[in-house]
């Protein structure tokens, strides 16, 4: 049972193109890697299905649970349990992230106990007095955006590039809380990732690559990520430019 | 009366004198007025909640009530305070009230100090005794509803040696109506002394609003203020003054949400008199619809290791909203510290989206980044005083988007 799919997706920002034919599905109960090298319009994908206004879809389709969410809003297909990850999140000043953390509790139903555990999971005893954001490190950061995304028991959820700039330690946290997500009732996911640190952290199945605003191969997790460790993206391209879509052995 | 005459004679020669910052308003046709109708305090319990006040005086040491030029009540719960109106402790301290009476601020300042001399009524009068320390509030409660009232009370209040005391002063026009408002008010803060002053103000888009501050802090004493004005108005100026001795510390902030044809300039003006003193200004303007707030900082640095820091934030909620920070420096000794940070933008649309990200709606997104905005340091305050502005600054949050 597909979960999310994109179909032949071409998204602009203003007048440039960004992404321009991304084809994929994530299953149900189906962790996906997206790789893909810097500026290869990973994030603009990642946003375009968030529904983030700036981020227009001209041409494809977006199905989530069945549904065309392609013309909606991005409050409606939140509140469908689809979301994201940002990369780069904001510093919320005068905002402290207990404040923050029991707000986003209190709307969907998470209890103190499930919250508890994430915090302890993640490590963010030390952080929650303190304002969202100010003054974190890259590391902190990350955690706090998982932290506050699981919160809202998404059903879905785009990871864009939570191992980037990121500690080995707060990788396995990053990696169990995701787990820890699934427990609490995530159904999918498709995780960003430019080097691939977290692959050995989750237990993802398949992997796509993405390289200049297409998706140019996908197949066996371990298989993708093996190559990619090994070649880079060069490689990949070569390989696999024009040739075959599904990667074999 | 001879001495009360010689303050008069000053204040006449100063009735056409302009304020030195702001819009000059013709005060003349401003009279004091008596009340109208009949005062129920509790059938306005809702609205004045909105200011700070609470009418069941429960977790208040002391209330005081001013409706237009009339006195409705004047309370203290505490033996170690006195709480009564101007009038009152005029009649009680005679010539002796001269050591607390246009002395932080001068009755020839301008014209509003003087019709306040001149014209105005009523007015709280203050005093907590050595080493008495009240950590619950008293509050002070001045409303306004008639058309073309002035109202022009003096306040006064006196922590003496080792004394702490806690005031909400919330003042309402409650109609849509023509008025001026030019509070006068000192504060005598003495050795180790304490003062935590929280003003809240809601007013109408016809009023005029003055008021006229002057604070002294002798040494070691501490000096927190906090000044909220969420409201629409014709125009609003004060620069309220506080001047600081040796060792002495001020927390000086304002919150100032404005709307319509609001014009405001307002701010601190602080003097570090004496040796070690130290001050923060701190100040979060917002701006709507075509509303100006010009946002002043003053601190005159003038003895040995004082330190002094303005932090000055705008936020422009509409395109033509208007917003200018002033913050100034100004080093008369050679060991000072003196800094200031200042930033004015509008709300970041890359937060609204990721806050929109995590299941909030637009409107919600924006309140809680309004609500950060406005935030203070309010470690100082006991913590039912505390609460209270987290809580108005939240309402204001909500109203505001």
């Known amino acids: ?89 904001p510093d919320l000043r005068g905002i402290t992230l207990e404040e923050l953390a029991f707000e986003i509790a209190s709307r969907y139903g998470m209890s103190q106990d499930q919250m508890f555990k994430l915090i302890e999971v993640l490590k963010l005893h030390e952080l929650l007095k303190r304002e969202v954001n100010v003054g974190f490190s890259g590391g902190e950061r990350k955690r706090v955006e998982l932290f506050l995304t699981a919160l809202q028991k998404p059903r879905f959820v785009i990871f864009d590039e939570p191992d980037s700039g990121v500690d080995p330690e707060s990788l396995a946290l990053i990696g169990r809380a995701i787990s820890e997500m699934v427990k609490n009732g995530l159904k999918g996911g498709l995780i960003i990732t430019h080097v691939g640190y977290l692959a050995k952290y989750i237990n993802a199945t398949r992997a796509y690559v993405m390289i200049d605003g297409t998706m140019i191969c996908h ?31 | 009366m001879s001495w009360r005459n010689e303050i008069r004679e000053r204040a006449k020669k100063a009735l056409d004198k302009p304020p030195k910052y702001g819009i000059d308003v013709d005060v003349t046709k401003f009279i004091p007025k008596k009340t109208s109708i009949d005062v129920n305090l509790s059938e306005y319990s809702n609205e004045l909640s909105l200011v700070g006040i609470d009418v069941s005086e429960k977790e ?40 607390w009476f246009w002395n932080a601020v001068s009755v020839d300042q301008d014209k509003f100090t003087a019709i306040a001399e001149l014209k105005g009524r009523g007015g709280y009068f203050i005093r907590v005794r050595k080493g008495v320390k009240l950590k619950i509030p008293i509050q002070a409660c001045l409303l306004m509803r008639e058309h073309g009232s002035l109202q022009a009370p003096h306040n006064i209040i006196i922590a003496e040696e080792g004394s702490e005391v806690n005031v909400i002063t919330g003042c309402m026009m409650m109609r849509e109506t023509i008025g001026l408002h030019a509070g006068v008010t000192e504060i005598y803060i003495n050795r180790k002394a304490r003062v935590n002053y929280v003003m809240i103000h809601k007013w109408s888009r016809a009023m005029y609003v003055y008021p006229r501050t002057g604070v002294i802090v002798k040494e070691g004493g501490e000096y927190v203020s906090h000044y909220i004005a969420f409201t629409e108005l014709k125009t609003l100026q004060m620069l309220p003054r506080v001047i600081l001795y040796n060792g002495a510390t001020a927390y000086l902030s304002s919150i100032l949400a404005l709307n319509g044809n609001a014009k405001a300039d307002t701010g601190y003006e602080v003097y570090l008199q004496g040796e070690n003193a130290s001050a923060q200004i701190v100040s979060r303007s917002i701006t709507k619809d075509v509303a100006e707030i010009i946002a002043r900082g003053y601190i005159y640095g003038r003895a040995k290791n004082v330190k002094g820091h303005i932090d000055c934030q705008g936020l422009l909620l509409s395109t ?34 990721w806050l929109m990200a995590r299941g909030f709606s637009r409107e919600e997104a924006e309140a809680l980044l309004i609500r950060g905005f406005m935030s203070v340091d309010i470690t100082g305050l006991p913590s039912n005083l505390a609460m209270l502005l987290k809580q108005t600054l939240k309402l204001i949050a909500k109203s505001v988007v």
């Not at chain 2, 002033?326 to 940070?341: N, Y």
């Open chain 1, 1 to 89: 049972m597909h979960l999310l799919i994109c179909k032949d997706l071409k998204v602009s920002v203003g007048t440039k193109i960004v992404v321009k034919d991304a084809t994929f599905y994530v299953n149900e109960n189906e962790l996906v890697l997206l790789y893909g090298p810097n500026a290869s319009g990973k994030t603009s994908l990642a946003m375009a299905i968030l529904g983030h206004p700036k981020y227009k879809i001209v041409a494809g389709r977006i199905i989530f649970d069945g549904r065309d969410i392609t013309n909606m809003s991005m409050e409606e297909r939140v509140k469908l349990g689809l979301t994201a990850t940002f990369q780069f999140s």
């Open chain 1, 219 to 249: 197949g066996d997790a371990d298989l993708i990520s093996n190559h990619i460790f090994r070649y880079g993206f060069k490689m990949c391209i070569k390989r696999f430019k024009g040739e075959i879509y599904e990667l074999e052995e």
């Open chain 2, 60 to 99: 208040r040491m002391g209330s005081f009530y001013q409706f237009e030029s009339q006195i409705i009540k004047a309370i203290a719960k505490h033996p170690g305070v006195e709480l009564m109106s101007l009038e009152d402790a005029i009649d009680e301290y005679g010539k002796d009230i001269l050591e």
């Open chain 2, 320 to 353: 033509k909203s208007r917003i200018v920070a002033v913050p100034q420096l100004i080093a008369e000794s050679q060991d000072v510290s003196l800094t200031h940070e200042a930033a004015i933008g509008k709300l970041g649309e890359e937060k609204i989206i």
